[in-house]
């Protein structure tokens, strides 16, 4: 389990927290968790998502088993700052579907005194690093690896595995379009469709 870190009032800085894993791993789960926290210790926080994930509300970052907690969706990073002034913690959904400006903002924001809480897929679905999740992996304080079970071998699952045709990086969906698997099922999967497609 995570524990927050101790504060030292003399240290004016802030931090970084990422929390990765495959679709159903419970990322936004502990996120929700995490801010809830903070709230109960009347610490002020902000949560913000993508503008592009409408799955469950466009003002609620929801997780599969409908845990939700309000949310400011934005259309980029750049906008998180402007929003998240007087802050103590500022937690962050979906970070894969931001853009690359989203390292700086949340270093910017852990070097004002900013607890930055991420949460993000740290592959897409073909197994290959998500977008801006290892540049914040690499500058994060805390990272934070969640798993899923995989829904063909039962053992640990860390791939999405994408079970429908549409071929764009960016595609949103739940259980009618990913499946968490185990390293060797998301390598079997693979060769079959290799095949399938051939």
Known sequence: MFLENAVN???QFGWIEVICGS???GKTEELIRRLRRAQFAKQKIEIFKPAVDL???SELVTSHDQNQ???TPVPAAANIPILADGCDVVGIDEAQFFDN???QVCNDLANSGVRVIVAGLDMDYQGNPFGPMPALMA???YVTKVHAICTRTG???HYSFRTSSDQNLVHL???????????AAFYKAKQKSKKKDA
């Open 101 to 103: 400006e989203i390292v």
């Open 173 to 183: 969906g739940e259980k009618e379009s990913y499946e968490p698997l185990s390293r």
């Open 155 to 157: 053992n640990l699952a």
């Open 69 to 71: 907690i309000p949310s």
């Open 55 to 57: 799955r469950y509300d």
């Open 9 to 11: 009032g003399t240290e």
């Open 139 to 141: 500058t994060a304080e």
């Open 23 to 25: 679709m159903f791993s």
